[in-house]
């Protein structure tokens, strides 16, 4: 008969891995997708090319004669590499990449066609903007948006299903001017960042400043599953997680996968994403097998944070791609699997400059390195201050289920220093301002370290926000999130900071103070203030989230219900505002589109469960049950005895999963909320809660039916079999 479990896990023990490619070497493959700088360079007359470098580093408009000539190389080249398409690639809200394609060909009034790509279309294209979540600025404005190049990042061109495609990096702005996406409030918080540091600097006495950028190298987990798994499994081909399946015998608890053998089939995955990453110019470092079984890990090298944030995007892409061409489905979503290690995304993020270097660098005396204490100390008081706001940005339906649980980096954002730096804010502390030196420092005991021994962090894994040697690695954000949202936050809160200091050092320093001194006041003044947000302790356990809350004052913020209304918060709209990052119209229009997000997607996996319990999980049960009391009278006729604690067990789990299932359906009928806040908490809590009943149920019926009528694929088959 047809059993599509059993066809699944023949399918996979039969698969030979996709043949390797031969192997190139770097330099043939390094950015061969590219138009980069050196490409347009080579092949723009010299005044256009000078025009376009200029554009790129003022952040100005193309002029549209320059254009026309730079689209037409584009094309040239893009020709040349077997493009027939080009696409406005943007960033909307959602967390993934769009893209609006159209062909190059263009039909001439004779009846010839010719390929046809002009300064106008490369500049400017009109996506469907209805399509794209707006928010607020859906109903205020005008719902079509436009997108626009984005000179600073290059044009590339990748195979899709559709052939090869020109894409080019965009924009997507409102016609009103608002953004739609998440890179314009990305670029925006760079602005503001280097604003504010660079003032820092001249007030700490640097003579020349170069722009200041923030830097990001982005750790990305994944599970790879075999498609023949995933394709009888509507929970992961539709909402990316197992809604059912009873933990394996074999878990995670046994650690040889972690950087264990990695199998050849997923060797043979990872050398075609690398070579990918390579031909479009990203740093692919390291590969590794994760904790959980199943589980995959990839990390480029650090890149500036807009250039890093496009390949973050494309590196997900890529992903997705090259997995269903070797067979398997990648899963994003941050805990596909109950009960086994969830992904997250470790943002690793520091801020720097060509003259001055890695801003967050301390050297090896960092008491006395200013500059670094000035921009630790700017985190330090941001993180505190805005501790909800980063809580926010990482708030997703999926995310949730990592936060919160006690194997992630908890919902109550702290920052993680280690002892040595740590120690050194706490001397900071208690110096008097007035006469605090240097020195003093020294005194009071900094000395017993003499050098500064980087730490790597991973002393302290249970911090969702920790110093790690020369950058901050905010370990909280989730697997499929963009790294923007968390980006634009620390870059923003930084700039707030930093903005705040030299605000205090200016006016200390011009009436005669000091600058030492000065800047040690400050500190001494952020710590006071902002200094119960160090921690260095176990933040999974239950005494932190005790203390956190009511000895520090700490938000905890569950789950996104609770985390997201902090975008609607005056001193939120007021950061965005006076940085210039998102008018409040901006910041409502995240709100309303991350909000409506979560309602969704908690509202898809709810329906599945429905679904799934109901046409899949029931009937098998059922089937069991009919079985057993078949055997029970053939028995009886025959006058054997016959134990009916099986039965009677089944069949008590399969009522307690009608009446759940029942339950959930009946509660997803309601559809009047007062708010968008108390819709999100209704399917926070009610319709969650529901869902984990139903999956009670289930998972203990999986234990006690017949594995032949087993219909969903179990956890060993699809963690285990590769
Ligand atoms: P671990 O697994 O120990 O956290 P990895 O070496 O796997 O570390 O990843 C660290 C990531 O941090 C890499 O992407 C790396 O390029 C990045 N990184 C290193 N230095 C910086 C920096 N100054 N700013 C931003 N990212 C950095
Ligand atoms: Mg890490």
């Given at each position: 008969?047809?059993?599509?479990?059993?066809?699944?896990?023949?399918?996979?023990?039969?698969?030979?891995?996709?043949?390797?490619?031969?192997?190139?070497?770097?330099?043939?493959?390094?950015?061969?997708?590219?138009?980069?700088?050196?490409?347009?360079?080579?092949?723009?007359?010299?005044?256009?090319?000078?025009?376009?470098?200029?554009?790129?580093?003022?952040?100005?408009?193309?002029?549209?004669?320059?254009?026309?000539?730079?689209?037409?190389?584009?094309?040239?080249?893009?020709?040349?590499?077997?493009?027939?398409?080009?696409?406005?690639?943007?960033?909307?809200?959602?967390?993934?990449?769009?893209?609006?394609?159209?062909?190059?060909?263009?039909?001439?009034?004779?009846?010839?066609?010719?390929?046809?790509?002009?300064?106008?279309?490369?500049?400017?294209?009109?996506?469907d903007g209805s399509s794209f979540p707006n928010g607020g600025i859906r109903s205020t404005f005008e719902a079509r948006g436009y997108t626009a190049w984005d000179v600073t990042s290059p044009a590339y061109v990748m195979e899709t299903d559709n052939g090869v495609t020109l894409c080019i990096p965009t924009v997507f702005v409102s016609w009103t001017g608002e953004a739609l996406d998440k890179k314009i409030p990305l670029l925006r918080s760079i602005s503001a960042m280097n604003k504010s540091a660079t003032k820092v600097l001249k007030l700490l006495g640097c003579n020349e400043v170069s722009r200041v950028n923030s830097s990001c190298g982005a750790e990305q987990e994944y599970f790879l599953v075999d498609t023949a798994f995933a394709n009888t499994r509507s929970d992961l081909l539709l909402a990316g997680r197992t809604l059912f399946g009873k933990p394996p015998a074999k878990g995670q608890q046994f650690d040889d996968h972690y950087f264990g053998a990695i199998p050849e089939r997923v060797q043979v995955f990872m050398q075609e994403v690398e070579r990918s990453m390579y031909r479009l110019g990203i740093p692919a470092k390291t590969r590794h097998n994760e904790v959980a079984p199943g589980q995959f890990e990839i990390a480029p090298i650090f890149e500036a944070a807009d250039a890093a944030a496009d390949h973050q995007q494309l590196i997900m892409t890529i992903l997705r791609n090259t997995a269903k061409r070797h067979g398997f489905v990648c899963l994003l979503h941050e805990k596909p699997f109950a009960g086994i290690n969830g992904s997250g995304k470790h943002v690793n993020w520091s801020v720097s400059n060509a003259t001055q270097g890695n801003l967050l660098d301390p050297g090896d005396q960092p008491h006395e390195n200013l500059q670094f204490l000035t921009?630790?100390?700017?985190?330090?008081?941001?993180?505190?201050?805005?501790?909800?706001?980063?809580?926010?940005?990482?708030?997703?339906?999926?995310?949730?289920h990592r936060l919160g649980a006690n194997e992630a980096p908890p919902a109550i954002i702290s920052v993680y220093l280690g002892s040595q730096l740590e120690d050194v804010y706490e001397q900071i502390q208690k110096c008097d301002v007035t006469g605090c030196k240097p020195g003093d420092l020294m005194d009071l005991g900094v000395e017993s370290v003499p050098t500064f021994m980087k730490d790597s962090g991973d002393r302290n894994r249970t911090s969702p926000f920790a110093f790690t040697g020369n950058r901050f690695e905010f370990r909280a954000v989730g697997s499929s999130q963009s790294v923007s949202g968390p980006l634009i936050a620390m870059n923003t809160i930084l700039a707030d900071s930093l903005d705040w200091i030299a605000n205090k050092l200016e006016s200390q320093v011009s009436s005669g103070a000091d600058l030492k001194a000065s800047v040690y006041g400050i500190l001494k003044e952020i710590m006071d203030e902002h200094g119960g947000v160090v921690f260095g302790g176990n933040g999974y356990s239950e005494e932190w989230h005790k203390m956190a809350?009511?000895?520090?004052?700490?938000?905890?913020?569950?789950?996104?219900?609770?985390?997201?209304?902090?975008?609607?918060?005056?001193?939120?709209?007021?950061?965005?505002?006076?940085?210039?990052?998102?008018?409040?119209?901006?910041?409502?229009?995240?709100?309303?589109?991350?909000?409506?997000?979560?309602?969704?997607?908690?509202?898809?996996?709810?329906?599945?469960?429905?679904?799934?319990?109901?046409?899949?999980?029931?009937?098998?049960?059922?089937?069991?049950?009919?079985?057993?009391s078949a055997t029970a009278s053939s028995l009886k006729e025959m006058g054997i005895e016959f134990n009916y604690s099986i039965a009677k067990k089944v069949a008590s789990l399969v009522n307690g999963l009608s009446e759940s299932t029942q339950k959930l359906e009946d509660a997803l009928d309601k559809e009047e909320f007062s708010s968008m806040e108390e819709h999100m908490q209704y399917f926070a809590q009610t319709i969650r809660s529901l869902m984990d009943e139903v999956r009670g149920y289930a998972d203990s019926l999986e234990g006690e039916v017949a594995d032949e009528l087993w219909p969903l694929p179990k956890y060993q088959e699809m963690l285990f079999i590769k």
């Open positions: 008969g047809y059993e599509p479990r059993t066809q699944a896990i023949y399918q996979v023990t039969h698969r030979d891995p996709v043949p390797v490619k031969p192997p190139e070497s770097l330099q043939d493959l390094w950015a061969t997708d590219v138009f980069s700088l050196s490409k347009m360079q080579a092949c723009l007359p010299k005044s256009v090319f000078k025009s376009l470098k200029e554009t790129i580093l003022s952040d100005a408009k193309l002029d549209p004669a320059a254009a026309d000539v730079v689209a037409s190389a584009m094309k040239d080249w893009a020709l040349s590499k077997g493009a027939l398409y080009y696409a406005h690639v943007f960033y909307p809200m959602t967390n993934g990449t769009a893209e609006k394609h159209d062909g190059f060909i263009s039909v001439q009034s004779d009846g010839t066609v010719i390929s046809e790509f002009s300064g106008k279309t490369l500049i400017k294209g009109e996506p921009f630790c100390g700017a985190i330090i008081r941001g993180v505190h201050k805005y501790g909800p706001l980063m809580r926010a940005v990482i708030a997703t339906a999926s995310n949730d809350v009511e000895e520090r004052g700490l938000a905890n913020l569950p789950t996104t219900a609770d985390a997201l209304p902090v975008l609607k918060e005056k001193y939120i709209e007021e950061l965005f505002e006076k940085t210039g990052v998102l008018s409040p119209v901006e910041l409502e229009s995240r709100f309303e589109v991350y909000s409506e997000q979560y309602v969704l997607s908690v509202e898809v996996e709810a329906n599945l469960v429905v679904d799934i319990a109901k046409t899949q999980i029931y009937p098998a049960a059922v089937k069991y049950i009919s079985d057993l």
